[in-house]
């Protein structure tokens, strides 16, 4: 779907009056740009999610949920790209800067709500996890707890713990 935002060159919504068919395809280099840009994004987290699924062995309705808004932050990256790729080396450019990094930064804590969702208290893990395995994600992700701190946390949460 990407790439029909690409109007070719003669096309009834593409640049006209050229003499140079090469040189008006390579005028849309911003074009180009957030084509990749996109592609690059929206592949990095599609490859995690193909992945993500040998992580989560269940979902509840509130996963669900947190999937839904994810799915909604990767349907409207190309927007802020767009707008960013538009907007390089001019005035705008600063503001445009900020309306990327949201988007981007969007998609991630999205990506994340639902690792810390299925977490606590295993929600939607997959119980065959090693508990080192959880820890060092959730490392990653910037919130650093042990199994230990995630259990008791579950537990005063009323949700049992399947950590020993």
Sequence with gaps: MLIVEIKVPGSPQGQQGYTDLVHAMTEQWR???????????????????????????????????????FLLAIVVVPYPIRIWVFHLETA???????????????????????????????????????????????????LARSPRSLRSRSLLSGHASAWP
């Design 31 to 69: 074009e180009h740009l957030a084509l990749l840009l996109c592609y690059v994004v929206i592949g990095a987290y599609w490859l995690q999610h193909h992945y993500s699924g040998r992580i989560y062995a269940r979902s509840d309705h509130w996963f669900g949920a947190i999937n839904l808004l």
């Design 92 to 142: 705008f450019e600063p503001v445009a800067s900020v309306v990327f990094t949201t988007g981007v930064a969007l998609i991630a804590c999205a990506w994340m709500a639902k690792w810390f969702y299925g977490v606590v208290g295993q929600r939607t893990m997959d119980e065959r996890l090693a508990a080192d395995f959880i820890q060092e994600m959730t490392r990653r992700y910037g």
